[in-house]
């Protein structure tokens, strides 16, 4: 193995990464693998299998957390968010832009909102199936996952104070009932050896972890509001989600969409973009910075491109901020921890609930985008099926990218919206 990299190659490395890095967080891996195993030999194939596991076991965005994990291996916290910034800096630029022209240009927001919200839908269907084929295989982890979307679709019927809390209460839920699950075995060699990072440091990484997660809440029951309320909801989605990726999307609609900071066809539409630019799935996190409405955020207080772009880049720290912090907190313990069947039985039911949640954004997302489809015409209604079943079909055969499904059905329906 050759000796550490400087900062100055970690962010070479992977801010060209950054760009090219298509097809979502399995791609991503792959890409990391490929550049740091086999041509850098930075590490072995047994600690990045190990720092994938571990990823894949906190809340947070697991590609991204895999690159923060990889640079803090290398030159300790510094070189983990140098490796991080890095990486996400061409997506969070791109989906800047994005809200820029969303906010500034009317006529784009009109041509491009509805067939972005469109290809989402499209996105939603695909990664859930994908995902329930890997998290609920058998009947107890379906029956969490039927659980979860109950959850998240009837508390905020039946309690509407407690419309945030249904997202949180269903992943509480699952974990709880998981826990109690038997689980098989696994191998318990130990692998991850962290030399960069000292208990001190960790401590004080979890203690933002947990800050971030709960102190945000905490004063929002107190009757601190403002530019909190948005921030606490980037934060708690941030703190709460397990497995990263489209699994954040019903939180995020739950404390964004669901209080009235973002409208719905707007968020469908920033996803719909999220999925057509490379790098990872959080730079949506930016996006929604720049077309928060709240009273005290950026986008008010500055006005303008200026409170945008300030707006983009307190949504993406936000977002990411938590799934960061538990990395640096865990990595010197993770060994101690990860073969507890007790943790890795909580583990199955958090992923097994996450598929249900997924679900449920998946209807209402459907039922967002067919609202305004009925109110241009059946004709409408009948084109938007048609632009899913062909883009989900095309994402499920794997015959196109992802980027060029979005692209594709946003320009589709778009110049059809431009011509009605």
């Known amino acids: 193995m050759q000796a550490a990299p400087t900062l100055r190659q970690l962010a070479r490395q992977f801010l060209g990464l950054g760009c090219i890095a298509f097809g979502g967080p399995v791609?991503?891996?792959?890409?990391?693998?490929?550049?740091?195993v086999e041509e850098e030999a930075w590490m072995d194939d047994t600690t990045f299998a190990d720092l994938i596991a571990l990823c894949q076991s906190l809340p947070g965005p697991s590609s991204s957390q895999t690159c923060?994990?990889?640079?803090?291996?290398?030159?300790?916290?510094?070189?983990?968010?140098?490796?991080?910034?890095?990486?996400?800096?061409?997506?969070?630029?791109?989906?800047?832009?994005?809200?820029?022209?969303m906010t500034s240009f009317a006529k784009l927001d009109l041509a491009l909102l509805h067939g972005l919200a469109v290809a989402a839908v499209a996105?939603?269907?695909?990664?859930?199936?994908?995902?329930?084929g890997k998290l609920t295989p058998d009947a107890p982890t379906r029956s969490l996952a039927v659980l979860a979307a109950c959850v998240l679709l009837v508390v905020p019927l039946a309690f509407p104070e407690m419309t945030a809390l249904a997202t949180l209460t269903a992943v509480v839920v699952c974990g709880l009932i998981g826990s109690r699950m038997t689980i098989e075995k696994i191998d318990a060699n130990s692998r991850v050896a962290c030399t960069t990072v000292g208990p001190l440091t960790a401590r004080i990484a979890l203690t933002l972890f947990l800050a971030a997660a709960m102190i945000p809440g905490a004063l929002q029951a107190l009757g601190v509001g403002g530019a909190l309320d948005p921030a606490a909801g980037l934060l708690r989605s941030g703190a709460f989600v397990f497995g990263g990726g489209h699994v954040v999307l019903p939180l995020l609609q739950a404390e964004v969409?669901?209080?009235?900071?973002?409208?719905?066809?707007?968020?469908?539409?920033?996803?719909?973009?999220?999925?057509?630019?490379?790098?990872?799935?959080?730079?949506?996190?930016?996006?929604?910075?720049?077309?928060?409405?709240?009273?005290?955020?950026?986008?008010?207080?500055?006005?303008?491109?200026?409170?945008?772009?300030l707006g983009c880049l307190v949504g993406v720290v936000a977002l990411n901020?938590?799934?960061?912090?538990?990395v640096v907190a865990c990595l010197p313990f993770w060994e101690d921890v990860r073969h507890r069947p007790s943790v890795r039985s909580t583990l199955r039911g958090i992923n097994a609930g996450v598929v249900g949640l997924l679900g449920a954004a998946l209807?209402?997302?459907?039922?967002?985008?067919?609202?305004?489809?009925?109110?241009?015409?059946?004709?409408?209604?009948?084109?938007?099926?048609?632009?899913i079943v062909i883009a989900f079909g095309l994402l499920r055969s794997k015959r196109a990218p992802p980027w060029a499904v979005v692209i594709g059905t946003g320009l589709v329906l778009g110049v059809a919206l431009g011509l009605r």
Not at 27 to 36: D, G, K, M, Q, S
Not at 123 to 132: K, S
Not at 321 to 326: S, T, Y
């Open 27 to 36: 791609a991503h891996l792959a890409h990391f693998r490929e550049r740091f």
């Open 68 to 101: 923060f994990a990889i640079g803090v291996l290398q030159r300790g916290w510094l070189g983990g968010l140098v490796a991080w910034g890095c990486f996400i800096l061409p997506s969070a630029l791109l989906m800047t832009a994005l809200a820029v022209g």
């Open 123 to 132: 996105v939603i269907l695909n990664a859930m199936l994908g995902l329930a």
């Open 257 to 309: 969409v669901d209080p009235g900071f973002v409208d719905q066809a707007t968020f469908l539409a920033g996803y719909g973009g999220a999925n057509a630019v490379p790098g990872p799935m959080f730079s949506f996190g930016a996006f929604l910075g720049g077309v928060i409405e709240a009273e005290g955020w950026p986008t008010v207080v500055f006005g303008g491109v200026s409170g945008v772009v």
């Open 321 to 326: 901020l938590p799934g960061l912090a538990v």
């Open 363 to 387: 209807l209402l997302a459907t039922m967002a985008v067919g609202e305004v489809s009925m109110e241009r015409g059946v004709a409408w209604l009948i084109l938007d099926a048609a632009v």
